[in-house]
């Protein structure tokens, strides 16, 4: 496999697992348990190690990241509850 591609097919399974961590926190929501925090917290950190990784490959940087940063959240401040004062 070469380099670029088992850096995708990792990021990919890595987002795959933080998927995981999210929906068993909204599943376990009444249960909130310390360990399926830590559990997020530890798969967003190897996302973001991901992210890090593919930009020093330069497939992205971080102009790109940010800029595309600000557009999301610009939806989302028009399309979601996230940034409402309720």
């Known amino acids: ?8 097919t990792i990021t990919m399974e ?3 697992e933080l998927i995981q961590a999210c929906s068993k926190i909204i599943r376990f ?4 348990c310390p360990d399926d925090i830590l559990n997020l917290q530890q798969e967003i950190g ?3 190690c ?5 930009k020093e490959a330069g497939l992205v940087n971080e102009t790109q ?8 959240r610009e939806k989302l401040k028009k399309w979601s509850s996230l ?3 309720d």
């Open 50 to 54: 991901m992210v890090e990784i593919i």
């Open 14 to 16: 890595e987002c795959g």
């Open 65 to 72: 990241i940010i800029e595309r940063m600000a557009v999301k």
């Open 29 to 32: 929501e009444d249960d909130k």
């Open 46 to 48: 190897d996302v973001l």
């Open 1 to 8: 496999m070469k380099k670029q591609q088992e850096m995708l």
């Open 83 to 85: 940034f409402n004062e």
